[in-house]
């Protein structure tokens, strides 16, 4: 939500930057190259930042601020608008995908063939990408999980003038999709539950090279991939009995040396999808930070169902049509702060070594020098502060027609969906 920013004060012994970046090292370098200090007298402060998702890899809006400030002497700030953050943005890569298999009489994958064409990042940004257009673009679709005699993949670079780079989980989300709906296709084909199918074309328990990233080399784990679908059909409870016109989807995925599958329940009527659950497994290995996890998983599906329903960046003439939230569509949201405070502060006792004093109408040292800093006027002095509100959580629920309601430990959030994990060393 947060448009690109920064700022830069450029001096003659030196320059520093303050920048809410995924790259900060790339930030150094472009002010070093434009002030033409070394890069030891160049100090960036990676800031937080209201979402990255891949965007704020670039430098672009810090070269802005570099070359003003240069010109200047003066620290600058640069802060786009909504518009200039939409227009001139770097995007998703379009791709186009033809899917070709075959199924046998005993309901195995006979053949497999992938297609693809896209606006390639590695074309654009990888030294050797235009050898290779295809790096960046298939991912775990060139090495699937599901064993069959006959496999291919071919690759066609689509040349654009459209800027392109790294969208949350770049190539993944797209190669996900296309290999698991078409796995569904073909479970059709066989007339076999589709759950039955990917468990009994994953086969054996076996590691599948990665031939993409050799150096590298982290393989598909087809145990674990298993193991997470098993667990969301069984939190799921697959080959329950539904309500009419309401049907269930399962797809598994590895990508980033984790492991995800998802069940979904979804009804359509008069041609508006209603996606009433999602379930998910997840195992990424020891989590060290579960709401982080947790966290992530929810927000893959705001973004996954955001883009299958209602996002679109349009080219018109060579310029992006959209321009702000107006005529860029989303889901529509409400959010609502819950206090989960376990007790309320008169019920809260006193730290053991601190005496209970009453309190004070004069405030802190501190208190004054937070003030001061922030040039804030101090809060009126009949102002009741509100009583044992520790922890705020927001709790989002999809406004419009497709609610999904989301469970996850207790914590409700945007289109919340069931979440289970596997802990694996």
Known sequence: MEPMNCTVHIRPDGAEAWVPTQAPQWAQEIIAKVSGLPLEKVDVHTTLMGGGFGRRYQADFVMEAAQVAKVTGKPVQVLWTREDDMQHDFYRPASYHKMQGAVDAQGKVAAWK?????????????????????????????????????????????????????????????SGFVVETFADELAAAAGVDPLKFRLQLIGADRKIPDFTNPKENKPLDTARLKAVL????????????????????VAG????????AAVAEVSVEKGQVQIHRIVYAVDCGRPVNPAGVVAQVESAAVYALSA???DAITIDRGRVVQSNFNDYDMPPHERHAQDRSPRSNEQRRPHRNRRAR????????RQRR????????????????RPGLRRVVVVARHAAPGTIPVECGGLAAA???????????
């Not at 990042?121 to 069959?148: H, L, M, Q, R």
């Not at 309190?359 to 040292?365: L, Q, V």
């Open 308 to 310: 299958m329903t209602k």
């Open 358 to 365: 009453p309190p004070s109408s004069s405030p802190s040292s």
């Open 415 to 425: 289109f919340t969906a069931n979440t289970a994990a596997t802990n694996s060393p």
């Open 230 to 249: 098993r667990l969301a059909a069984e939190k799921a409870e697959w080959g329950k009995p539904l309500p009419k016109g309401v049907g269930r989807g």
């Open 253 to 260: 995925y590895f990508s980033f040396e984790s492991y995800t």
């Open 114 to 174: 992938h297609f693809q064409s896209s606006t390639s990042i590695a074309a654009v940004w990888d030294k050797n990408g235009k050898e290779k257009p295809e790096a960046s673009e298939f991912a775990t679709a060139a090495f699937i999980p599901y064993d069959t005699s006959n496999f291919r993949v071919e690759y066609a670079l689509a040349h654009s003038g459209v800027p392109r780079a790294w969208w949350r989980s770049v190539e993944h989300s797209s």
């Open 370 to 385: 937070i003030r001061r800093h922030r040039q804030t006027p101090p809060p009126p002095a009949n102002q009741a502060r």
